[in-house]
């Protein structure tokens, strides 16, 4: 059982490229998150997922796109990446929405855009 | 959801009980309380939560008070592998999301 499992582990990008995170979870969870973490910071979210086809903003939401085709996978995209969005990106899914449950949380992506 | 208050950083001396609060004055009655710890910049690992009643794991317990405005969440026997950042979050019945603050960070001397 591996939980929930983030591709990459490490990215460097230039200015303008652009690419998807992968984040993959086996417990059949129906709602994924993407939160990022900047230095000293705590985690903010980005964009989430409460089902399969289905996507919706969080706190910080510009500048990425999301994708959840199938339940097992939450995918972050940035189109043209930018100095600003380098942080360590942590994906997380949970079972039920909210209350008496418990988020998993992935070990995360350390981005750097130069 | 509500917010919540957590001192920046705190010792620990290893043994002893670590007792980390936080502060969530304006949390309502279907918001349960979480505790998350995140290690060296690895992923937040899930602790303990609870709704009003105490709690207790084989991680840690959760103390709410009465009122439930406030909780501390006590690691009965401190050690090194403890330190930490501890987060507390308040998440409502209905919640999509968890909200992290920049919660406390515990340092554990030998």
């Known amino acids: 059982n591996a939980g929930v499992t983030q591709t990459p582990k490490f990215r460097v990008l230039k200015t303008g490229q652009s690419m998807t995170l992968l984040c993959a979870q086996d417990m059949n969870h129906e709602y994924m998150y993407w939160y990022r973490q900047d230095p000293g910071m705590g985690l903010r979210l980005i964009h989430y997922s409460v089902g399969e086809g289905t996507t919706a903003k969080g706190e910080v939401p510009d500048g990425y796109n999301v994708s959840r085709l199938k339940k097992q996978n939450f995918l972050l995209g940035l189109e043209s990446a930018a100095p600003s969005q380098t942080s360590v990106y942590f994906c997380a899914s949970s079972y039920l929405p909210g209350g008496n449950t418990e988020a998993f949380f992935g070990q995360g992506t350390r981005l750097t855009v130069v | ?110």
């Open chain 2, 1 to 110: 959801d509500a917010k919540t208050t957590q001192p920046p950083s705190m010792d620990c001396a290893e043994g002893r009980a670590a007792n980390l609060p936080c502060n969530h004055s304006t949390i309502s009655g279907n918001e349960y309380v979480y505790w998350y710890r995140q290690i060296h910049s690895q992923g937040p690992q899930y602790i303990i939560h609870g709704l009003k009643n105490n709690e207790t794991n084989e991680m840690a317990s959760l103390i709410i008070t009465e009122d439930r405005k406030s909780s501390t969440l006590i690691l009965p026997h401190a050690t090194l592998r403890d330190t930490a950042v501890y987060y507390c979050i308040v998440r409502a019945t209905l919640g999509n999301q968890f909200y992290f603050g920049t919660g406390t960070s515990l340092t554990v001397i030998p």
